[in-house]
């Protein structure tokens, strides 16, 4: 039966290789300790071709000084080649017959060495001297061809040792291990990076479960324990999500009632004075307390207009809009408000185009614009900036956010289109900077209801954007608004 766990395969495969370097030592061991044999009858038959060369080296010093000591060294040296031919064991082997025949040759050359001493005054020794030369020669080339021979022969199986062990390497250590390395990186890497695609998945938003196809343990423990933690996590994040809606909720119903009360308050007050004055014949101050009754009966609902539109908002329609044309149809709905003094200068890079639901990203711009308007004398100037993102951009981005002067995230690794309305106004001060983006705060007292920029920092957060102001007294005030290209 095939494991089911990595941990098993691998145990497996370790034993499989152990008993595979087992056998593949025992080869080699069996191999080296035959060439060691072979290096050691090298040596012997080495010390045998060095002895036939003593017994030539005694034999010519027998013919040049009739010494006897040398005769009877060259027999001493005969009977040691004798003796090592009689111990060896050559059966079997590709010098076997060289050797019969050096042994033959030897008993030759023995024999005419011995009739030599009887025949050395004879006049025939002349003749005995040749042959025994002769013979010698024959000696010498048989030891030397034995030599030769099993030199070679050392040399060969030495070879084919070498050629057969890295065969033998090849075939039972290498690429078992290479095809075992494929395999289990295949069977860890592609359950791994099916995890790794369910997980984006999960982060964005797509699927709430992960399914990977793998019959591992440990790759099944794996997903087990994400899809627990994500349970747990959904869990978590449900009770999260209805706390946050609670307290928004009690924000949102506190702003409110903050903010209503003011009017309503004005509203009463007028009319306590009215019903008092009602039948004072004063006329014109009767019509002033109705008309602050209509402007905070106005403003009330304008607030309660506010809060419904942000309540309902829907989904993004997202398509690509040229910059131009955004900025210009924008424009359109805001140049009933501009002063005729005021000037306003739009730059936006050629050819330029952002993916935004146009209406909402319009509603941005619109809320920015009238602030800008609001902040400047009516000499003032607004310029509106549309450009890619640049390093310097990203740089600045960075400091304000690290200020605490942006909302929002922007996504690593996205292109981004940025968005600037300026203002020459006198600034923001950083005591009120920090606050902007909070609901129901504003300083224009009653023309406010203090949802416009909170609006505006959750459409762009809605965008997966990132909305920063940079503002300087006396100097005006820039927003930043940073949006991804696609």
């Not at 087992?22 to 071709?49: A, C, H, M, R, T």
């Not at 609001?374 to 960075?398: F, M, P």
Request: charged share 25%; net charge neutral; aromatic share 6%.
């Amino acid at each position: 039966m095939f494991p089911k766990s990595i941990a098993q395969k691998i145990m497996i495969f370790y034993i499989a290789g152990i008993f595979v370097t087992v056998g593949l030592s025992l080869i080699v061991l069996s191999d080296i300790w035959l060439i060691k044999q072979k290096i050691e009858l090298e040596g012997n038959i080495s010390n045998l071709f060095e002895t036939i060369q003593e017994i030539r080296r005694t034999e010519k010093n027998f013919f040049l000084y009739k010494n006897e000591v040398d005769y009877n060294d060259n027999l001493s040296y005969i009977k040691t080649v004798k003796n090592f031919i009689k111990n060896q064991k050559f059966e079997g082997l590709k010098i076997e017959n060289a050797i019969q025949e050096l042994s033959g040759t030897l008993q030759n050359y023995e024999a005419l060495m011995l009739q030599l001493k009887e025949n050395i005054s004879s006049p025939s020794v002349t003749s005995l001297e040749q042959s025994i030369r002769e013979q010698g020669k024959i000696l010498t080339h048989i030891a030397e061809n034995i030599k030769t021979t099993e030199h070679k022969i050392i040399k060969d199986s030495l070879n084919n040792i070498l050629k057969y062990s890295i065969v033998l390497i090849i075939i039972f250590f290498i690429i078992p291990f290479i095809l075992f390395g494929l395999g289990l990186t295949r069977l860890i890497s592609g359950p791994l990076k099916e995890l790794e695609n369910k997980m984006k998945k999960i982060a964005e938003g797509k699927i709430y479960y992960i399914e990977v196809k793998s019959k591992d343990k440990e790759i099944l423990s794996l997903v087990e324990t994400f899809n627990k933690v994500l349970k747990e996590l959904e869990a978590k994040q449900k009770q999260l999500i209805q706390a946050e809606k609670l307290s928004s909720l009690g924000t949102l119903m506190s702003g409110i009632a903050h903010e209503l009360n003011n009017p309503l308050s004005n509203i009463s007050t007028s009319c306590q004075i009215l019903l008092e004055e009602l039948e004072d014949s004063d006329t014109q101050y009767k019509k002033e307390l109705l008309q602050a009754i209509e402007s905070q009966t106005e403003r009330a609902k304008n607030i309660i207009k506010t809060v419904l539109d942000f309540s309902r908002r829907r989904e993004l329609k997202k398509e690509t809009i040229p910059a131009q044309t955004l900025i210009k149809d924008t424009i359109i709905f805001i140049k009933g408000e501009l002063p005729t003094k005021m000037n306003l200068s739009v730059e936006v890079e050629n050819s330029l185009s952002i993916y935004a639901d146009k209406q909402k990203i319009q509603q941005v711009l619109l809320n920015l614009i009238k602030n800008a308007i609001q902040a400047c004398d009516n000499n003032g100037e607004i310029k509106i900036k549309v450009y890619s993102s640049t390093q310097e951009a990203l740089d600045k981005h960075l400091f304000l956010k690290k200020e605490g002067k942006c909302v929002g995230e922007l996504s690593v690794n996205k292109e981004f289109i940025i968005i600037e309305v300026q203002d020459n106004g006198p600034g923001i001060s950083p005591e009120i900077l920090s606050k902007i983006f909070e609901p129901f705060f504003t300083t224009k007292e009653s023309k406010g209801s203090g949802l416009g920029l909170f609006i505006t920092q959750e459409l762009i957060r809605d965008h997966e954007g990132c909305i920063c102001v940079d503002s300087v007294a006396d100097r005006g005030t820039t927003f930043i608004i940073m949006l991804p290209k696609e």
